[in-house]
Structure formats: structure tokens, C-alpha cells
């Protein structure tokens, strides 16, 4: 069997990854852990290289992945932090967008499942694939957009087996591409971003919930860069944050942690983690202005109101006073 080897978030930043290839053995397969693209400046370039990688290449989709496709099926707007023009607006856009929404959300084999996020305490490995087939047959065929439309959304953010198809793949792909935190009986919290010591009394890593079902098998993931990088004996997290200036990280996937190779590449900091932060207080800060101007918009509305009701009852009076004198 060829080396094995599993890398964290690419988000576009293609001169780490080529730096990165180029100390991996070149006969080695490449486990990606998903979000191939976006926030970096060269997503294009990245989504190329990793396709003529070809089966060298096993990639799962994380959640921008998904945005790119929702935006290229017309189904979801564009972010203003989204490096993805380059791809929409390529020659090849179409053959493109087509190997992604290819991808499986999940992966398992050599006795390690790979995902881009997270998985659900209730889920065990081979539910994990079952599902994940499910949400791909979708993507893969004819009405993909359609069912993408369908597929953004908070809810439901518990696992249930009498889901309906539609919110049973909703529940899927949110815990495989967005899930960070849940509580002990597998309730997805979409709030937290910050790392593993942001937990509370209810909320706890999606990992550290006791019983977690795909416990006996190692899991691999990204998506969590405040989180960094994970080691333990059944575990590997791999966002180390390359796009905010972290290190792109591979590990050669073994059967005992004496075994992996820890492999990473420093990177340049293309995105302040900062920034976001301070948009989203921007946006706060504009929304709270708006309502403020709603509110005296509509209190000087009622004003208006109260005072013509005042005028018309003093006009009223007024008038009923000259009647009662002229009689």
C-alpha cells in the first residue's frame, strides 16, 4: 500500500500547497480534508492542481466548497470575503464546478474516516458513509441546484431517525462541513468559532462528547482552525490555518501514532482573522443604526398621528363651542 498522506484546509493558498507537495514523497495518495478553495488568493489555481493530481487525490467537501457551488448554481449570493471569481469567471467553469459537486462528503478506508468538520456522537462509521452517499447522489445528478436550494439553514440541528430526506441531508451536510461544538446528545451549536477551550458546561467539542460512536476508528478532519492541530490516538485535526498565516499541515496517516509523519509548511498570512471579526461588528453595528432609525421613523410617525388627532379633536371642539353660541 502507497504512503498515505492527510492535509488540512488549502482555502486557495496555492504557493503553500506547491511547497507543500514538493517534500511529500511523489508516489504518496493525498487525503484532503476539504475546503480546497476560497478566502486565498489563488483558489483557481489550487482546484486545478488538485484535479490533475488525479487519483493520487481522495478530497471531501468542507462548507466552502458547498458555497462555491451554491453560488454557481444561482442559489446563494456571493460574500464579499469570497475568492471564487477566478473560478466562476474561468474558461473551464463548468467542467470545474462538475469535479466538485463529484467530491463525497466522507471518506473511509485503512480504518480512517475522513471528514471535513465533524461527525454526530450518534452516527458510527458506516452510517457516516451512508449518509454521505446520499447527500452525493444528490449532487451528482440532474437537479443539484434545486437540492441545494434546500440545503442552507440552522435546522434541524439534532439527529432524529424519523427525519424527512430533506432534513435529514440539511442535518448531514451541517454537521459534516460546519460542526465544531454539540452538546452530549448530539445538538449542533452554530455560534462558537473560537478553539476547544470555548466550551461550556453543555456545549463540548464534537470529540470529546463520551460514547461518541466513531470512537474506535480514527477520525480526520480540518475546518477548525482555532482549534490547531489535533494528535491523539484516534483523532487527527488538521486546520492549522494557513490562510490567516498558520502552517498547512500533512500527517502520514499509520496505525499507530508512533508511525505518522508530521509534515507542515509555514504560510504566509493572507487574511487577518481579525478582520472578519470586525465586519461582523460593522454589520452589527449598521443593522442596530437601521432599527434605531426605524424605531424614530415610526415614533415620529405616531407623533404625527397623535397630533393630527389632537388638531381634529380641538377643530372639533372648536366648532361644536360656535354651534352651541350661535344657538
Not at 129 to 136: F, K, N
Not at 164 to 178: G, K, V, W, Y
Not at 239 to 249: A, E, P, S, Y
Not at 285 to 305: L, M, N, S
Request: glycine residues 8%.
Amino acid at each position: 500500500m502507497r504512503d498515505i498522506y492527510a492535509i488540512g484546509d488549502l482555502q486557495g493558498c496555492q504557493t503553500s500547497f506547491e511547497e507543500l507537495l514538493a517534500r511529500l514523497p511523489q508516489d504518496s495518495d493525498l487525503w484532503l480534508a476539504g475546503d480546497l478553495v476560497n478566502r486565498g488568493p489563488r483558489s483557481l489555481d489550487t482546484l486545478r492542481q488538485v484535479i490533475a493530481l488525479g487519483d493520487r487525490v481522495t478530497a471531501v467537501l468542507g462548507n466552502h466548497d458547498l458555497h462555491l457551488l451554491a453560488v454557481a448554481a444561482g442559489v446563494r449570493q456571493a460574500h464579499g470575503s469570497d475568492t471564487i471569481d477566478d473560478i466562476l469567471n474561468a474558461p473551464d467553469r463548468d467542467a470545474l464546478i462538475d469535479w466538485v459537486r463529484r467530491q463525497p462528503l466522507a471518506h473511509f478506508a485503512h480504518g480512517h474516516l475522513m471528514v471535513h468538520a465533524g461527525v454526530l456522537p450518534q452516527w458510527d462509521a458506516a452510517q457516516v458513509i451512508s449518509l454521505a452517499r446520499d447527500v452525493q447522489t444528490q449532487l451528482r445528478g440532474p437537479n443539484w441546484q434545486t437540492f441545494l436550494s434546500r440545503m442552507f439553514g440552522n435546522q434541524p440541528d439534532q439527529w432524529h431517525e424519523n427525519l424527512n430526506d430533506e432534513d435529514r441531508q440539511r442535518l448531514t451536510i451541517n454537521a459534516l462541513t460546519r460542526m465544531r461544538f454539540c452538546t452530549v446528545d448530539g445538538r449542533i451549536d452554530f455560534k462558537i468559532k473560537e478553539g476547544a477551550d470555548a466550551a461550556t458546561d453543555e456545549l463540548r467539542p464534537w470529540f470529546d462528547v463520551p460514547g461518541r460512536r466513531t470512537g474506535e476508528v480514527t477520525v480526520v478532519f480540518g475546518h477548525w482552525s482555532a482549534l490547531g492541530l489535533l494528535m491523539r490516538e484516534r483523532l487527527l485535526g488538521l486546520d492549522t490555518g494557513c490562510v490567516w498565516g498558520g502552517k498547512l499541515t500533512a500527517v502520514k496517516l499509520a496505525d499507530t501514532p508512533a508511525r505518522r509523519e508530521l509534515i507542515q509548511i509555514a504560510c504566509a498570512q493572507i487574511r487577518d482573522p481579525f478582520a472578519s471579526a470586525d465586519d461582523r461588528r460593522r454589520d452589527r453595528i449598521k443593522k442596530a443604526d437601521k432599527a434605531a432609525e426605524a424605531e424614530k421613523v415610526e415614533q415620529f410617525e405616531k407623533a404625527g398621528k397623535a397630533e393630527k388627532v389632537d388638531k381634529a379633536d380641538k377643530r372639533e371642539t372648536s366648532e361644536k363651542a360656535a354651534r352651541r353660541k350661535g344657538a
